[in-house]
């Protein structure tokens, strides 16, 4: 089946440009999740949605960024005010169950920022 | 809250030979594991996972172990070939905060 993507795969935006980021993750999955990854670096969480709700927004920058899942499926990873520190490869991922179970996580393939 | 720490951060072996990358964890409520590869450009895909009441978890040539007394697990690589050649991040989470936490990645390089 599909798996999870995102959409754009690229994006420049100019420094203060606001910037809005999208993933569809395979269907019927409850949990999504936001990973920040540098260039060289591992993933680095941003904020988790159990269906629409947002319950951990603790990876989160900035009050620049902002992300929403309103009808628990496609989320948007929005980022106001652009700064050349955002620059990175966005990653989303989905997984099958919520709550306390651990589930495997299945990542897309990324958009990666470049600020100018 | 959680931390982990991974090395080498580069590994370089012959075609054939096995590969081992460790990696340890600072929370001891940690209960899975897993292990992604991610090639230039794409995304992580995972190659394996553990989970807590397990020890040793083997899937052809790849197996993970974990050693939850000294909070530290490792991925074998046997008979490796020039297409194992990725970046190689392990990871840790625990029940009720569902976020991954990864290393900072092994580059593993295999020569034909």
């Known amino acids: 089946g599909a798996g999870v993507s995102q959409s754009p795969r690229y994006k420049v935006a100019k420094r203060g440009q606001d910037v809005a980021l999208r993933c569809d993750p395979i269907?019927?999955?409850?949990?999504l999740f936001w990973y920040q990854q540098a260039l060289g670096q591992g993933p680095e969480f941003l904020t988790y949605?159990?269906?629409?709700?947002?319950?951990?927004k603790s990876g989160l920058p900035s009050d620049r960024f902002f992300a929403e899942r309103p009808e628990g499926s496609v989320s948007t990873l929005k980022i106001q005010r652009t700064q050349q520190e955002d620059s990175a490869v966005y990653l989303c991922a989905s997984s099958l169950l919520g709550g306390p179970s651990t589930d495997t996580q299945y990542f897309g393939p990324g958009t990666r920022l470049t600020v100018l | 809250g959680e931390n982990v720490e991974q090395h080498p951060s580069t590994l370089s072996v012959q075609e054939g030979d096995s590969a081992v990358i460790k990696c340890t964890y600072s929370?001891?409520?940690?209960?899975?594991f897993p292990w992604y590869k991610q090639e230039l450009g794409k995304r992580p895909q995972l190659i394996i996972d553990i989970r807590s009441n397990v020890g040793e978890k083997k899937d052809q040539r790849i197996a993970v172990t974990l050693n939850k007394t000294a909070k530290h697990f490792s991925l074998h690589i046997t008979e490796t070939q020039p297409e194992d050649s990725a970046v190689y991040f392990c990871?840790?989470?625990?029940?009720?905060?569902?976020?991954?936490?990864f290393g900072t990645g092994t580059r593993l390089l295999v020569s034909p």
């Open positions: 929370d001891s409520a940690s209960n899975y």
């Open positions: 990871a840790a989470t625990s029940s009720g905060f569902q976020k991954l936490v």
């Open positions: 949605f159990q269906n629409e709700a947002q319950l951990d």
């Open positions: 269907s019927g999955h409850v949990s």
